[in-house]
T-cell receptor
């Protein structure tokens, strides 16, 4: 069964440092997403990406965040200057075209900012 | 943001059927009803989705009310592995999933 893969599984970084979280979506999917989940809280939408551009972003996705699809297979989330409150699980997801398709999620990257 | 209402938690005995309800009274005609679940320490996992007709797959069944204002996810025989948070989500033309608080399902052995 196809799957979304995320690396690394766990990232520890110092406050103020830049981090890049990586995702390999399912190959024929065209919609890509990043979500985050702070420990014990809801899964929160960050950004959706289609046709090489951001289609929608939430209030959480401020100027510190950026996404990129650098080579046609990877989909990355960059946090420019991490804050303690960025500590969370970050999930990548992808799906095909149309409302009648399901999304597939990766297993997540646990980001710990110290 | 979530446009669905679910009970916070439900309990079931192992090997028994489970019916997880969801209300979505403001659903529009083109919204699909999606269900996902999240097992402990894992990413969300697709369960099932539908538009108007009831749907069955290897994991579950989805019963959709005739007026589409509610739906029920049916696990035919709950196992311990089904203990998770189950999310009922409406997929609209924005193509994004907005997660609510979901229903935490506890399965008793």
């Amino acid at each position: 069964e196809p799957e979304v893969t995320q690396t690394p599984s766990h990232q520890v970084t110092q406050m103020g440092q830049e981090v890049i979280l990586r995702c390999v979506p399912i190959s024929n999917h065209l919609y890509f997403y990043w979500y985050r989940q702070i420990l014990g809280q809801k899964v929160e939408f960050l950004v959706s990406f289609y046709n090489n551009e951001i289609s929608e972003k939430s209030e959480i996705f401020d100027d510190q965040f950026s996404v990129e699809r650098p080579d046609g297979s990877n989909f990355t989330l960059k946090i420019r200057s991490t804050k303690l409150e960025d500590s969370a699980m970050y999930f990548c997801a992808s799906r095909g075209v149309g409302l009648n398709t399901e999304a597939f999620f990766g297993q997540g990257t646990r980001l710990t900012v110290v | 943001d979530a446009k669905t209402t679910q009970p916070n938690s439900m309990e079931s005995n192992e090997e028994e059927p489970v019916h997880l309800p969801c209300n979505h009274s403001t659903i529009s005609g083109t919204d699909y009803i999606h269900w996902y679940r999240q097992l402990p320490s894992q990413g969300p996992e697709y369960v099932i989705h539908g538009l108007t007709s009831n749907v069955n797959n290897r994991m579950a069944s989805l019963a959709i009310a005739e007026d589409r204002k509610s739906s029920t996810l049916i696990l035919h025989r709950a196992t311990l592995r089904d203990a998770a948070v189950y999310y009922c989500i409406l997929m609209d033309s924005s193509y994004k999933l907005i997660f609510g608080s979901g229903t935490r399902l506890l399965v008793r052995p």
